[in-house]
């Protein structure tokens, strides 16, 4: 199965992604590359930065992706 494709069930399953957790669950190193590659399909990910607290503590800003049911 291809990055893609388990970045399309993850997110056709009701599921959120950010870059961190597209690395943990599912492999993908190059989130934003996969988002094109579905949306270069015809696919609709929708996407906006969320906040988040890093390991040192300090609040930086990430994408969250995610597809419309």
Do not use: C
């Not at 291809?2 to 009701?14: C, F, T």
């Amino acid at each position: 199965m291809s990055q893609a494709q388990r970045l399309e069930d993850h997110l056709q399953s009701g599921k959120t992604i950010t870059r961190v957790t597209a690395y943990q669950e599912l492999g993908i190193f190059e989130l934003s590359a996969r988002v094109k590659d579905l949306e270069s399909r015809g696919l609709t990910v929708d996407r906006k930065p969320i906040k988040v607290v890093n390991r040192f503590n300090e609040s930086i800003r990430v994408m969250a992706y995610w597809m419309e049911k």
